[in-house]
Structures are given as C-alpha cells and as structure tokens.
C-alpha cells in the first residue's frame, strides 16, 4: 500500500534543509495567489495557493512549434457535386 505524502505545511521547507534562502513571490504571483484565496472564500492565501502561484510560472511553455493557424476566414464551400454521365451514353 502506498504511503500518503505528508500535508505541505507538515513538512520541512527543502530550501531551508538545503541551505539556500527563500525566495519571495513576484507581485504577480502575488496577486494570482490571492485571487485563488478569493474564489475560495478566503481573505487571504494560505500555504497552498502561494506554492501554487510559486510553481505555476515554472511550468515549461511549449515552443512555438504548435501554432495555432490564424488567417483569413474561407469561404463555405459547397458539397462536390457528383459526376453523372447523362452526355456520355
């Protein structure tokens, strides 16, 4: 059976085990955790949202290569019109 994870704010902070100092949210990050604590009915954010609004900017953005296609609009075209061979016969 697998082990349950250990609730966030049970657990040791790992930069501070590795020796290195916190690092603060961005006011952005800021923001984004507060409206997180808003819509969940809180005044303000908790341990939860502001680890979420920390890792969400690291999340790797895709390149490029999946563009959407932006362009000109078509035309409807019509259903192709099938073939009948009245003048050949």
Same mark, same amino acid.
Not at 23 to 29: E, F, G, R, T, V
């Given at each position: 059976m697998?082990?349950?994870?250990? $609730?966030?704010?049970?657990?040791?902070?790992?930069? *501070?085990? $590795? =020796?290195?100092? #916190?690092q603060?949210? #961005?006011?952005?990050?800021?923001?984004? $955790?507060?409206?997180?604590?808003?819509r969940? =009915?809180?005044?303000?954010?908790?341990?939860?949202?502001?680890?979420?609004?920390? #890792?969400?900017? +690291?999340?790797?953005?895709?390149? #490029?290569?999946?563009?959407?296609?932006? =362009?000109?609009?078509? $035309?409807?075209? *019509?259903?192709?019109?099938? +073939?009948?061979?009245? =003048?050949?016969?």
């Amino acid at each position: 059976m697998a082990r349950t994870p250990r $609730a966030p704010w049970k657990r040791d902070n790992p930069r *501070k085990r $590795a =020796g290195k100092a #916190s690092q603060h949210l #961005s006011p952005a990050q800021k923001s984004a $955790a507060k409206a997180r604590a808003r819509r969940a =009915g809180r005044r303000y954010p908790n341990l939860v949202d502001n680890m979420r609004a920390a #890792s969400a900017s +690291k999340t790797p953005k895709k390149k #490029s290569a999946e563009k959407k296609r932006v =362009g000109r609009k078509r $035309a409807a075209s *019509k259903p192709a019109s099938k +073939k009948t061979a009245r =003048g050949s016969a």
